[in-house]
């Protein structure tokens, strides 16, 4: 399963379902939808790995060909009420914390980066980040933020070590997110759309883009 492939299955998944309740149901959604499309591999949900970096657990994770491919999602919302075609109603609610969503996808990469591949394994992952708030692929409008060097806005690249601008700040605000993150490689952020909702007034919240990192 490569990059292509997995634009292929967002791409019939929001078809189907262009909004979710929360991360969990855009979680066990997508991981249907690849068991759909791909009806040979397997699929774990929540899946334990201990290594050196200490104990985690992986959104996803596809097994194909005898190779494991780990996958870390992440669904932030912008205040938005939607009912569909069936009638099912959706609330999503205004989530705060951007710098934390951020760093926590950033963290994401990083940890895909260091997943503990055998070395019969093909080593690839994906690391997803779905939203209808465009203050993630825009980026921040505001000077000297302490979360500058985790940006994630469209056409930005992430490499080397990214850290707070004042760690102490972040060590007494971020809740265990004080620490630098180290990436492997060099990651070309690009922002692709996903659904746009039916409104009589659109706004911008009725759009949902993807971010899709493969590792």
């Known amino acids: ?20 309740h929360s991360e969990d149901d855009f979680k066990v959604a997508l991981a249907w939808q690849i068991k759909h499309m791909h009806p040979a591999v397997e699929i774990r949900l929540e899946y334990p790995v201990r290594s050196r970096q200490g104990n985690r657990r992986f959104d996803i994770l596809v097994i194909e060909g005898g190779s494991r491919i780990p996958i870390e999602l992440k669904y932030k919302t912008q205040e938005l009420t939607h009912t569909s075609n069936t009638g099912e109603v959706f609330e999503l ?4 914390a951007d710098n934390h969503a951020r760093y926590d996808f950033c963290k994401d990469i990083s940890r895909i980066e260091t997943f503990p591949f055998t070395s019969a394994e093909t080593k690839r992952g994906f690391a997803i980040f779905l939203t209808n708030a465009p203050r993630y692929w825009k980026g921040t409008t505001r000077t000297g933020n ?9 056409g930005i690249t992430l490499s080397g070590t990214r850290a707070w601008r004042n760690p102490d700040a972040a060590t007494a605000k971020n809740g265990g997110r004080q620490d630098p993150i180290a990436f492997i490689g060099t990651h070309r952020l690009q922002w692709e759309n996903f659904s746009t909702l039916p409104s009589g007034t659109p706004t911008e919240s009725h759009t949902f883009r993807f971010l899709l990192v493969s590792v």
């Open 1 to 20: 399963m490569d990059s292509v492939t997995m634009k292929g299955v967002l791409t019939a998944l929001a078809n189907i379902r262009p909004i979710f």
């Open 93 to 96: 609610i205004s989530q705060s």
């Open 146 to 154: 302490n979360d500058k060097e985790f940006e994630i806005k469209d």
